[in-house]
């Protein structure tokens, strides 16, 4: 009973990776958006370790980009 439940569950969290690993290679073909806001979060994550003094400003800083 066990076993099943658990195939179940592998199964099915494989499918929702195949999809949303298909709905990421959509957004990123199709969207402008999605790009830009990628190559923003790309750019800006590694500065802000640059620009923050303190751990707070840190914190706020990557929660603005995301």
């Known amino acids: ?9 592998n199964r099915r969290l ?3 990776g195949r999809n ?3 709905g990421l290679k ?3 073909l199709k969207e402008e958006g999605f790009r830009v806001q990628v ?3 790309l750019f800006l994550t590694p ?4 620009i923050a003094n303190s751990y707070q ?5 990557l929660v603005v980009l995301f």
């Open 39 to 41: 190559f923003l979060c």
């Open 20 to 22: 949303s690993s298909k």
């Open 47 to 50: 500065l802000a370790y640059f």
């Open 1 to 9: 009973m066990l076993t099943k439940l658990l195939s179940l569950m």
């Open 57 to 61: 400003q840190l914190i706020m800083l």
């Open 14 to 16: 494989i499918i929702a």
């Open 26 to 28: 959509d957004a990123i």
